[in-house]
Nanobody, 123 residues
Framework: QVQLVESGGGLVQPGGSLRLSCDAS????????MGWYRQAPGKQRELVAT???????NYADSVKGRFTIARDNAKNTVYLQMKSLKPEDTAVYYC?????????????????WGQGTQVTVPS
């Protein structure tokens, strides 16, 4: 099995910064695209940013220029540096990872989520 654990959320004033981290662990053989998604109250979960294993990134228009996604392949960790935070960035932020793991018998694909971390930017 694979576990994804986020950290780094909290309360920050408008214009402030936060850095989220997500550690992937387990019998991971290959970790492909990792990403951050968020879900605000009463809204659907939406893409924030993704990064491939070779570092190609993709961002939602709403966060371009303010958020930066990065990963450390040696640590199976993905980060989300958030700057110039706005009240509309308030949400639960979820980490997602896709890849292959070894279940003790054979290789299996996974597409797993972390438990989420709350980011609150008051208006």
């Amino acid at each position: 099995q694979v576990q994804l654990v986020e950290s780094g959320g909290g309360l920050v004033q408008p214009g402030g910064s936060l850095r989220l981290s997500c550690d992937a662990s387990g019998s991971i053989v290959r970790l492909d695209t990792m990403g951050w998604y968020r879900q605000a109250p009463g809204k659907q979960r939406e893409l924030v940013a993704t990064v491939t294993s070779v570092g190609s990134t993709n961002y939602a228009d709403s966060v371009k220029g303010r958020f930066t996604i990065a990963r450390d392949n040696a640590k199976n960790t993905v980060y989300l540096q958030m700057k110039s935070l706005k009240p509309e960035d308030t949400a639960v932020y979820y980490c997602n990872g896709v890849g292959l793991y070894y279940n003790g018998v054979n290789l299996r694909s996974f597409d797993d989520w972390g438990q989420g971390t709350q980011v609150t930017v008051p208006s």
